[in-house]
């Protein structure tokens, strides 16, 4: 993590987290103490999350567990599946928009997973959890182990992902299954995302597609927001936003994000 200049961070009105990896652990629960950040961060910032995943991830693992005053949501905003929807809270989470997948185009992306599958000989684990293949709505998103894992496993479904990911083979065959889906979907963008993810979406969706997103929907120009994101490297699923002149800071997990709010605060 590189020093921050704090004067800049606290001049920022909008600050824009990612939320696997950044805010909560892969797939897991958010904390107690990051909720309380996150709390005294609404009293005086507004704060904008992003991610991957869709909005009932966002509700399970982020909204629940957070313990704060109903008229400070006011000043949280939820864009989950990479910003291809948006959520706001007015008496209840509203969504605001959602460009979702056509069934065709769900159908095309299924069919391709299952070819490519069949194509390299790919088994799937001994054992998985829940849907292997999940239809986001506005994406679709195949997963080693299924999208189940770590609800049902808890940390030891968190440590299965990381392991698999670091055996070079697996990297090796998960590139090659998106390699393969992006040959047979020339018109949508596979992303090679998390430890063991590949998402498919409609083509330009990233994270700066996100951001743009944030900035014409907020109406908060780019240089008034700051991001924090665990995956600011080439390749990362954050690094996208580097192209947008958002300023930044890159995190390894959810403890140097909790370092990064106190210093805003
Ligand atoms: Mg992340």
Redesign the pocket.
Known sequence: MKPLNFKKLQKKDLFVF?????LIETKSPLEDDMSELITWLLKVKKVAII?GGKYDIFQELFIRKLKCPRELLKNLFLFPTTATSFYRYNNGWKNVYAKLLTISEKNKIKKAFLDVFREMGYNHPKKTYGQIIEDRGTQVSFSVYGQDLVRVLGDKGVRIKKKWIKDKNNLKTKMKIARLMAKKLPNLKVVAAGFTTIDVTRRGIDKAYGIHQIQKHLRIPINNMFFI???IFPGG??YAIVKTGVDYAAVKGPAETKKIILQIL
């Open positions: 990612d939320l696997d990896g950044t991610g994101g665990d995956a699923n954050d």
